[in-house]
């Protein structure tokens, strides 16, 4: 009979991994019949109780932007995150403790219901090893009642999230505002269509509540541009979801959309916003392209907003007000497994008359859940056989951020984008990559392999490509632009340029762009005012190259990009139309640590650090300073140090 269900193998080892494969679906199969066969016996005979008029206490328990972060991992937790009580020396994280945090937080409430908004996958190497299937396993595990889709759930593509899903997860998969094509041609549209739903209701003990998903549109742009490989269409979020709520809005007690399109979206759903529909011309004087614009108007009837993908915590959560002057609950409870949200709301007659949210860090003082663990057990065993995420080599005296810390470049992504430029086959002129490619901080201490698939868990490759002097304008004119609408906090990282991000300007632009890898002796930061080569808020002055000689806009230099910026993702389309592209297939992981190795040691660090202070006056460091900047062990190793040097600069006023 196994045989007959399972097929022919080649070999043992497939028929092994079949039949446990097998035997997963057979146990989650049961598990699924005994608890219809449990509800439907609790319906027989059952009376639904009166709530009119009275007040009743309803538990969201809620997570979001997991990224794989299924096993605890080392932190230095940032000063929001110690603020919102994540301290401790770590590790943190993990899905171990979350499960505990779950049943726990279960058994002290009467009415409970836990959602998770979306990117459940990517951002650690058990990704990169089994494709999703632990995490859609782990959120089975802890018997989640609802998920909406993220747009880092795509990465492997439509098919491998679709069959993940249809294999290990046992809850609603909601996106109101995905379409699926009914194409037989796409395999990955028909087994989506199938999965996904735009709603869910649940009876929590009488109080009916309508969870309607809405998914991710902004991050998946190919879904806008129609004949998308997923066969999936995006729909307009408000319209969307005003749609259903006035459908299920008679038969639910409280309406709660769970989202994962962001904090400006999720506000946008009830204030409104303005669209840009269709391009009118463009201003003969300005050049500038005039856009027709649309009210849309925010919804009306919804209750609560259960929300992700900015990887924030609103501790207190948001009060939003609707044009009927009721208030909507606005929560977010941040990413990488650091936090589980708990909102406790009291709902009289449809209406949310109080709330209390607690953000609970999940640090090494919660347990972790048994069942949990002998889910992960397996998977943990092959996952060290397969990638030897344990090996030390390098050292971090201090933390390396991947965000900058007052100018546009940051030290990790100085570092990214130098072993882009410089390594074998590929030696170009400059690099760029986008900063949310680097998806998390280089934390202190010793490296391993582990950290660098959480730095880079995409496998994206460096590509070269020649580009113009007009290109190079063109393409950090964009930069500069994503860049204001973020704070002017910058969305690209580089190597062998400088330039300054004019955030101030009508439209934003690049100034001042400089190629080559020589810095500018003159320009240093602490120089006085008449030597400083640019001050970015000076409206007059020295403005000289910090790197190089000002770019010309006929000659032809050569780009070291990432792939994914290649092809235009992120909104990169003046590389994507570029025909000069030839990847590499050097991973941006593996440039990196071989430019890490071929660092000095920490001993010549060490060194370095010592003649410096006697240049100062100052005595040598101490045996105990040196123990705690870099221990013995590891001084033979290269050491990791970064900086922020002002190759991007930002200019906030014209």
């Known amino acids: 009979m196994f045989g007959l269900f399972l097929g022919g193998s080649s070999g043992s080892a497939g028929r092994t991994k079949k039949a446990r494969v097998f035997l997963r679906l057979l146990a989650l199969s049961g598990l699924l019949s005994l608890g219809a066969l449990g509800m439907a016996c609790g319906r027989e005979g059952y009376k639904p109780p009166d709530l009119t008029d009275k007040d009743v206490h309803l538990t969201v328990l809620h997570t979001s932007d997991i990224h794989s972060r299924l096993l605890a991992y080392r932190l230095v937790p940032a000063r929001t995150d110690r603020e919102l009580g994540l301290d401790g020396d770590g590790p943190f994280g993990g899905v171990a403790r979350i499960a505990h945090i779950i049943k726990e937080e279960r058994a002290k409430a009467d009415r409970v219901l836990y959602l998770d908004s979306g990117d459940l996958f990517q951002g650690a190497p058990i990704f990169n090893v089994f494709e999703g299937e632990v995490e859609a396993r782990a959120l089975s595990t802890m018997q989640i009642d609802a998920y909406v889709l993220g747009n880092h759930d795509f990465d492997n593509g439509g098919l491998v999230l679709s069959r993940q899903l249809a294999w290990f ?43 309607i998903g809405l998914a991710n549109t902004s991050s998946m742009t190919s879904l806008g541009e129609g004949g998308n490989t997923l066969g999936l269409t995006a729909s307009e979020q408000n319209q969307t979801l005003q749609r259903y709520i006035n459908l299920i809005k008679n038969r639910v007690d409280l309406v709660v959309t769970l989202t994962h399109i962001g904090l400006t979206e999720d506000e946008h759903l009830v204030s409104g916003y303005y669209r840009s529909d269709s391009i009118l011309g463009v201003n003969d004087k300005t050049q500038e392209t005039i856009v027709e614009r649309k009210w849309v108007e925010g919804v009306r009837g919804l209750d609560m907003i259960v929300g992700g993908h900015h990887h924030v915590v609103l501790n207190p959560p948001k009060n939003l007000l609707d044009a009927d002057n009721r208030d909507v609950l606005l929560i977010h409870s941040g990413a990488f497994a650091k936090f589980v949200g708990r909102a406790d709301v009291v709902v009289r007659n449809g209406d949310i008359i109080s709330h209390r949210y607690n ?31 344990t090996r030390i080599f390098a050292f971090a005296p201090y933390l390396v951020p991947r965000f900058g810390r007052g100018t546009g470049d940051s030290s990790l992504g100085n570092l990214v984008a130098e072993a882009m430029q410089v390594r074998r086959r590929v030696e170009a002129d400059f690099a760029l990559t986008n900063s949310l490619g680097i998806r998390t901080d280089l934390q202190p201490g010793a490296v391993s392999l582990e950290q660098f698939y959480e730095i880079f868990p995409f496998e994206n490759t460096v590509t070269t490509l020649f580009v113009s002097g007009k290109e190079i304008q063109e393409l950090l004119d964009f930069v500069t632009e994503r860049s204001t609408g973020r704070g002017c906090q910058s969305q690209a990282q580089i190597a062998g340029m400088s330039f300054v991000m004019n955030c101030g300007a009508t439209p934003p632009r690049a100034d001042l762009i400089c190629i080559g890898a020589s810095r500018n002796p003159t320009c240093k930061p602490d120089s006085p005012k008449d030597k400083v080569c640019f001050d970015p808020l000076a409206t007059e002055g020295p403005r000289t190259c910090l790197w190089g000689t000002p770019v010309k806009p006929f000659s032809s230099y050569k780009l070291a990009a990432n792939d994914y910026i290649a092809n235009g993702g992120s909104g990169f389309r003046v590389l994507q139309r570029n025909t000069t592209q030839r990847d590499t297939r050097v991973s941006l992981r593996d440039a990196l640590i071989e430019y890490i190795e071929g660092l000095p040691d920490c001993n010549k660090w060490l060194a370095s650090v010592d003649a410096q202070r006697k240049t100062e006056g100052r005595s040598p460091l101490s045996d105990e300073e040196k123990e705690k900047l870099v221990p013995k062990s590891y001084r033979s190793l290269p050491c990791i140090l970064g900086a922020e040097d002002g190759r991007i600069r930002r200019r906030l006023t014209e």
Request: proline share 5%.
């Open 169 to 211: 997860s046992s809850y609603p998969i909601l996106a109101a505002n995905y379409m699926a094509m009914n194409d037989s041609r796409r395999v990955a549209s028909e087994e989506l269509r199938r999965l996904m739903q735009p709603y869910s209701i649940f009876n929590v003990k009488g109080l009916r509540v309508g969870v």
């Open 359 to 389: 953000a609970i860090g999940v640090t090494s003082a919660i347990k972790e859940d048994p069942e949990m663990v002998r889910m992960l057990e397996p998977y943990v065993f092959e996952l060290n056989q397969k990638i030897d995420t």
